[in-house]
């Protein structure tokens, strides 16, 4: 009888356990003096990022008291990690985001928006450049996020192949191509561009930024324009450098991750590629020293299309925010103060070869390189933020996953012609209807 | 929960003496049983009904990115996810279906495959002979690997580039011309029928091992004596008798290839149309749109679907043996 007793009793103990287990959503109830991080994967590598970080957020810990439980993510699964503690509310307590995301995830309303006396605790509005502002939620709203790092897209070139091959730095989309086919050998397995083909949110940027240099709108008046003319010429202008112009390795298609375009543009087996410039550090890493690469701004078609815009990047960056299921919210914006304070903002994005996002950071001699110039300029001068509405990552997802598929397809050998994108970007625009 | 314990905790003498007397404290002697089902059955609940009931609920609402923090909030859809589902004249219900097509033919040849590697593994160690045991343990290390070490190692072998695959292929032996793709295009259904087959077929050679155990040596003697030949004692004394085995294994063996979500995952994070298994279809076809309601519901079709499915290969397997 005792025994039974004892079995029954282990047994309701467990089960309580468990309920109260799955009872404690975000943030560790017990100990309001611990975050849980989630942070974008920034470096070559998750280690390297957490290498780069660790010993910041134990900087904060002396400071603060306050431990930070750090996990880095990886880009193919953030933003589904991130939907997946917005739905069951268990989740951390601060994250990284794409800052593209910021309107669609305003709209679950997870996150603690950033009204003026939230943003004070941060350091306030003007401590921020402010077009890094301009990608942290929708238009009339107080912000969900504030920037954490700067990115921007620039054209790499490899100035030894270039000048081996007396070329310059190609100053329209037309001269790129043909600098490009000039550089292309293939029995040397060295091509012209080196892309990052099976990654969705590289496609979905160039969808954007080449659709805008041809005059497409993603969205007119709530509705998806994904199929329109100007968003075929553009994606085609991208897909068309391995489809048609054949500059590109189609083993690229393969490549998920940056780390492998990276790696083939360092060891000179590609002599341009599209990239953020987080690649400066990766490049350097991978043994190509400072001087024996250049950037310059992604050329566009001239005379720009009928309607074109001058876009050569989007304005990129990653975004830092608070779950609005934190214990802790004092500390989690205390951590977010720290990580955007200009000591730590020359730190991290020194290594992390991203822009500061505060003024006084620029003052770092890391930060007057030519490229970082290159970049600056960029991002004040032919940027345009993508739409902050909420259907703007369902744009990237499906946008992105097209291009990607398209990639593959020319890799393979299949014709990628003007139908052929239509017909997928027309299902693309149909899933986003009846989806949304 | 506590009643069910006093009710079993009284005082009722542990062995009757009469017959009459223990068919009186009959319900109090029966209770312990369940009572100590109980904790089981709640966990059951909780861990497998629950969710279900909960995943049908969701199937039924426009459960989008607005709602998904609270999901009681989300409006009530009736059918209209399930008309999305199966209207295979859209581009949502189009590659269900593809999906679903794609996951039958890997399905099938998977479950053929493991099967027949497994059986033929099984058979040639049913005699001892010198290094049996070394063997045994070789067969067993797909399946003692862990499939995310596992199928990141084949995703490396296939790369176009640096993969092993071609450099064996082509480099080496020169069977193929040039390097293809195998994680794109048509050869991405072949690498994850090759990688689902060799992940399996050592569960299935377990299986058939242990099976075999069961057949007893002299009906192989009795057939040698009349002058069976292998096929023959393979034919009429081995299959036969491993009937009930096969049974189980084969549908082990589906459910598993047809739910499978680790390799294909891990191997194309998001698989090419021609590898594009169900279940990864729904996860991904859910976060495309983030209506989390048309992927509930994909996946009760895809419930309904597996439910029939065994329930019929149980029944019939019920009515062959019947007959039999």
């Known amino acids: ?436 | 929960m506590s009643d069910t314990i006093t009710a079993t905790s009284g005082d009722a003498p542990p062995r009757a003496p009469r017959g009459p007397r223990r068919r009186r404290f009959k319900p109090g002697r029966n209770l312990l049983p369940y009572a100590l089902v109980v904790p089981a059955l709640i966990a059951e609940l909780a861990i497998h009904i629950v969710p279900m009931l909960v995943g049908a609920w969701m199937s039924l609402l426009h459960l989008t990115q607005f709602f998904i923090r609270n999901w009681t909030a989300a409006p009530y859809g009736g059918l209209t996810n399930y008309r999305i589902a199966v209207d295979t004249n859209g581009p949502v219900g189009k590659d269900l279906l593809h999906s679903f097509f794609i996951t039958v033919a890997v399905t099938v040849l998977v479950v053929a495959g493991a099967w027949l590697f497994g059986l033929a593994a099984a058979v040639f160690l049913q005699k001892p002979f010198r290094g049996r045991g070394t063997l045994r343990t070789l067969f067993l290390v797909p399946y003692a690997l862990p499939v995310f070490t596992a199928v990141i190692t084949w995703r490396f072998m296939f790369q176009r580039d640096s993969g092993m695959v071609n450099n064996v292929l082509s480099d080496e032996l020169h069977l193929v011309h040039g390097h293809p793709f195998w994680l794109l295009g048509g050869n991405s259904f072949a690498a994850l029928v090759i990688i689902h087959i060799w992940r399996l077929w050592p569960f299935a050679f377990l299986t058939l091992t242990a099976g075999l155990q069961s057949v007893p040596g002299d009906l192989y003697e009795a057939a040698a004596i009349d002058g069976a030949g292998f096929v023959r004692r393979l034919r009429s004394v081995t299959l036969p008798l491993l009937r009930p085995v096969n049974r189980v294994l084969l549908l082990v063996l589906f459910l598993w290839t047809f739910n499978d979500f680790n390799v294909p995952y891990i191997l194309f994070d998001q698989p090419p149309a021609n590898a594009d298994m169900i279940s990864i279809h729904i996860y991904n076809a859910s976060f495309i749109t983030w209506n989390f309601g048309l992927g509930s519901a994909m996946s009760v079709l895809l419930l309904a679907f597996l439910l029939i499915v065994t329930l019929g290969y149980l029944g019939a397997g019920r009515l062959r043996s019947r007959h039999a």
């Not at chain 1, 043909?178 to 012209?192: C, F, H, M, R």
């Not at chain 1, 509405?389 to 990628?416: R, S």
């Not at chain 1, 997928?424 to 149909?430: D, G, T």
Request: net charge positive; glycine share 12%; charged share 20%.
């Open chain 1, 1 to 436: 009888m005792k025994a039974r007793g004892t079995a029954a009793l282990a047994a309701s103990v467990m089960l309580a356990a468990g309920l109260a287990a799955c009872g404690s959503g975000g943030g560790d109830k017990s100990s309001p003096k611990t975050l849980t991080y989630w942070a974008s994967n920034q470096g070559r590598s998750i280690q390297q990022d957490q290498q780069v970080l660790e010993p910041e957020l134990k900087k904060f810990e002396a400071k603060t008291g306050i431990k930070v439980k750090l996990e880095v993510i990886g880009w193919p699964d953030l933003l589904n990690r991130i939907l997946a503690a917005t739905s069951s509310g268990k989740g951390p307590d601060v994250v990284n985001v794409g800052n593209t995301w910021s309107a669609s995830l305003q709209a679950t309303g997870a996150f603690q928006s950033f009204d003026d006396a939230t943003i004070a605790k941060v350091g306030g509005k003007g401590k921020f450049i402010p077009s890094t502002l301009t990608s942290t939620g929708a238009a009339g709203k107080p912000p969900a996020f504030v920037p954490i790092y700067g990115l921007a897209y620039g054209l790499f070139y490899n100035k030894k192949l270039f000048a081996d091959a007396k070329l310059k730095p190609p100053q329209t989309w037309q001269e790129l191509v043909t600098d490009a086919k000039k550089l292309t050998v293939p029995a040397k397995k060295q091509y012209g561009v080196t892309v990052q083909g099976a990654s969705y949110t590289e496609g979905s940027h160039f969808a954007f930024i080449f659709g805008a240099q041809n005059g497409a709108k993603l969205f007119q008046g709530g509705q998806p324009g994904f199929d329109s003319p100007q968003m075929v010429a553009g994606v085609k202008q991208y897909v068309n450098l391995l489809a048609g112009d054949k500059v590109v390795n189609p083993g690229d298609a393969e490549f998920v991750n940056s780390s492998d375009m990276l790696k083939e543009f360092a060891t000179g087996k590609a002599a341009m590629m599209m990239v953020q410039s987080f690649a400066t550090a990766g490049v350097e890493e991978n043994g190509m020293k400072a001087g024996e690469y250049g950037v310059v701004p992604i050329p566009m078609p001239s005379p720009l299309p009928p309607g074109g815009r001058k876009v050569a990047s989007h304005v990129a960056g990653i975004n830092i925010g608070v779950f609005k299921n934190t214990q802790n919210k004092d500390g989690a914006l205390k951590l977010i103060d720290f990580l955007t304070g200009s000591d730590e903002q020359k730190i991290t994005n020194g290594v992390f070869g991203s822009l500061p996002v505060v003024q006084d950071a620029y003052s770092d001699p890391k930060f007057q390189t030519p490229e970082t110039k290159t970049f600056k300029d960029i991002l004040a001068n032919s940027a345009e933020t993508l739409p902050m509405i909420p259907e703007e990552a369902q744009f990237e997802t499906l946008v992105g996953n097209t291009v990607k598929q398209l990639i593959a397809d020319a890799a393979a050998g299949k014709p990628v012609d003007d139908q052929a994108i239509k017909d997928k970007l027309a299902a693309a625009n149909k899933k986003m209807q009846s989806g949304g």
